[in-house]
């Protein structure tokens, strides 16, 4: 999933951008979302910390906050590299600030016609989310909710189950919990080594096992779900 972050001081400018995206991203059948908008930088920076998916950044440059938005994308490259950051201002000087700042931006984006900002940041959503793509492309599985095809990259897949319903899987990350139409060998053909049928009914993957059970014939996973394993299950996993 992409993840697309908007930090924008003006409220009425913020939520004009957040609506736009959202109804593009919908309009588009894309796997992204905003993720968050926000005024304040430092809420920025703390929520993309605990992500770990690609993200896009629309960052206006005077935010009237202790940081600008050239620092905020400053810090941002620091904290990970699956970032593609575009600006949004007024200030059409400073755009050589971003190369002294060294944030390869993607895109900056001049506040004159609303629809000349509609165009520029549809531009840079399908950029970013075609980069994305190719990025994951090597080691992700592809599978296919409601009408949209959604890329995965493995290493986030903590475990997959079946559900009451026939033909239906349930897929966890640590971000979101997919179902899709599916059959479980199915899955693990497209998966590597490191996921394991534990159960009849669950594949898990065994880098994100945090404990081991044994009396209870279970293990917990990194997002503190607990997953059944059977005397098969336990073999697999030594």
């Known amino acids: ?140 599985i592809k599978i296919t909710v409601s009408d949209k095809i959604i890329h995965l990259d493995i290493d986030d897949i903590i475990y997959i189950e079946t559900t009451q319903t026939r033909h239906k899987l349930r897929l966890h990350t640590h971000s979101r919990t997919l179902e899709f139409n599916g059959e479980l060998k199915a899955m693990e053909e497209q998966l590597d080594e490191r996921f394991v049928r534990s159960h009849k009914s669950y594949v898990i993957n065994k880098d994100k096992i945090t404990e081991i059970n044994k009396k209870d014939n279970s293990v917990t996973m990194s997002n503190g779900s607990l997953c059944p394993i059977s005397r098969t299950g336990k073999k697999l996993m030594k």
């Open 1 to 140: 999933m992409l993840n697309i972050y908007i930090c924008e001081d003006n409220v009425k400018q913020r939520e004009f951008v957040t609506t736009f995206v959202t109804d593009y991203c919908i309009f588009r059948n894309l796997d992204a979302a905003v993720v968050l908008a926000s005024s304040d930088p430092k809420e920025i920076l703390t929520h993309y910390k605990k992500s770990k998916d690609p993200s896009l950044f629309i960052l206006d440059i005077d935010l009237g906050a202790e940081i600008n938005g050239i620092e905020l994308a400053s810090r941002i490259r620091k904290q990970g590299t699956k970032a593609t950051i575009a600006f949004l201002t007024t200030h059409s000087e400073l755009a050589l600030l971003t190369i002294q700042y060294k944030v390869e931006a993607l895109d900056f984006i001049i506040k004159d016609s609303p629809d000349n900002i509609k165009r520029k940041i549809a531009e840079c959503i399908s950029t970013a989310y075609e980069r994305q793509k190719e990025i994951s492309k090597s080691k992700s």
